[in-house]
């Protein structure tokens, strides 16, 4: 058991008092403790901030409209270089030549292709002509024709006509003769028996025998004529069919010309049209031994070089850069980042050689960016999960500077909506995308497209 004496605890406590009441605080970490309390609540304020959210993104600079853009002259016929009428760098006007052409196919080497193709087109229009004369004849015979068929077959037909007219007279004449010979008959057969009884004269007998003749040569005669006019009938009929037969085989004789003759009119006709189209294309690749700029702008680079040196069709000889006013930028977003993007969102752009000072989320504060406004989004992506956006000049805002090159790097800002800075700070943190208070309106995008 120890012995422990309550005044050696009293004096050891006195002692303890003594030497904190002569330590003192250094003014350094007082200074300290103050500067790090007044930057935590510098910081602490500055969390409830306004951030303006916005989307960044990398491109180049480009034209709006495609035909601004850089592009290759391409021959239009295969040749052989005669002669260069420009240099790198310089400026060419629409129209001037690029360069000129010699020929290199056989089939056109003839120096007067031309008069030749006219000739040959000339030639093919005079024989059509002459076809076109034949052809006029040739109906105006068919038209002769179908008229002597219908004079020829009329004559016919009243001749027909008349036929039975005197077959019925004959008929009628026949048929007296035999009634007549009938009782001249009747007559000779009575006076015979009289005359072999000798109630009548030889002389009486004889008279009556020589009428009963003549009655019978009547009637022979009189079916003769009879006989006669019906073979005249049936010739006047057989008459009507044969003329008809001998003109219409004229008509189609003159008909088989005609048509053979429109035939060679219209193969004449096609001959022609392919002269002219070889007359026209010929024309054409006159003018095209000439490779003429098809704009203004400035001859970057050409692709081809020397002279006598053959290219082919639709081959490339050199690249021009119009000499745009249209610039835009155009830059690649995360998929992730689209849905947010919206047409006429405004965006800050700092260009590569221009000095600048961006604070992203204080546009306002930002020293060597320019302002644009977003004009085309992609609808699909470029293959590697990025989307294509264009962006034009602000209007309100201060011009693009006149020395930018197409090709010059960018790097984007799409601004979004205002947020705090700690939420911003805990979303980067996170890696969550920027928000937006409200949905895209998709009715007004619809009526815009409408109206476009």
């Known amino acids: ?16 008092n003594l030497v904190f009441k002569t330590l003192t605080s ?12 007044v930057i935590g609540a510098v910081f602490f304020l500055s969390l409830f901030l306004p951030w303006q959210q916005n989307i960044r993104g990398n491109g180049k600079v480009t034209a709006f409209h495609p035909e601004n853009r850089s592009q290759t002259i391409e021959s239009t016929i295969a040749g052989r270089i005669s002669s260069w009428k420009i240099l790198e760098g310089q400026f060419v006007n629409r129209g001037d030549t690029i360069l000129t052409l010699a020929e290199v196919k056989d089939k056109f080497f003839d120096p007067e292709l031309l008069l030749r193709l006219e000739e040959q087109i000339n030639a093919k229009v005079s024989s059509i002509d002459a076809k076109e004369d034949k052809i006029q004849s040739l109906r105006d015979q068919i038209k002769a024709l179908n008229e002597g068929l219908e004079a020829k077959v009329q004559q016919a037909r009243n001749k027909l006509i008349q036929s039975n ?3 019925t007279s004959d008929s009628v004449d026949f048929l007296a003769e035999q009634v007549r010979f009938a009782n001249a008959e009747n007559q000779f057969e009575r006076n015979k028996q009289l005359y072999e009884v000798g109630n009548i004269a030889l002389t009486k007998f004889q008279e009556v025998e020589s009428k009963f003749q003549e009655a019978k040569m009547k009637v022979i005669s009189a079916e003769n004529k009879f006989l006669e006019s019906k073979t005249e009938v049936i010739n006047a009929r057989v008459n009507i069919g ?3 037969a001998e003109y219409q085989d004229k008509i189609s004789k003159a008909s088989s010309d005609l048509n053979n003759t429109l035939a060679e009119v219209f193969d004449a006709q096609g001959d022609l049209a392919k002269a002219r189209n070889e007359f026209a294309n010929m024309t054409i690749r006159n003018e095209q031994y000439q490779i003429i700029a098809p704009q203004d702008g400035f001859i970057v680079k ?4 020397g002279v006598g040196e053959t290219i082919k069709e639709g081959e490339a000889v050199a690249t021009i850069m119009p000499d745009i006013s249209d610039m835009a930028v155009e830059m690649t977003v995360r998929a992730m980042d ?18 600048a000072l961006q ?8 020293v060597g960016t320019f302002g644009g406004v977003v004009k085309v989004i992609d609808r699909v992506d470029d293959s590697t999960g990025n989307y294509r956006i264009l962006v034009t000049p602000d209007p309100s805002d201060e011009p693009w500077p006149e020395q930018l090159r197409m090709g010059s790097g960018t790097k984007g800002w799409v601004m979004l909506d205002n947020v705090k800075v700690g939420y911003e700070i805990w979303r980067q943190l996170n890696g969550f995308p920027p928000s937006l208070y409200e ?4 009715s007004s995008k619809a009526e815009k497209i409408t109206k476009k």
């Open 359 to 366: 604070f992203s989320g204080w546009p306002s504060v930002s």
């Open 242 to 244: 044969a003329t008809q």
């Open 302 to 305: 050409t692709l081809r070089s």
């Open 26 to 37: 250094p003014k350094a970490g007082i200074t300290l403790a103050r500067m790090l309390l």
């Open 1 to 16: 058991m120890l012995n422990l004496s309550k005044n050696n605890r009293v004096i050891r406590t006195e002692e303890v």
């Open 165 to 167: 007219y005197k077959l």
């Open 439 to 442: 949905a895209p309106d998709a």
């Open 338 to 355: 689209v849905p947010l993007i919206q047409k006429d969102r405004k965006v800050r752009i700092q260009f590569d050689g221009w000095p």
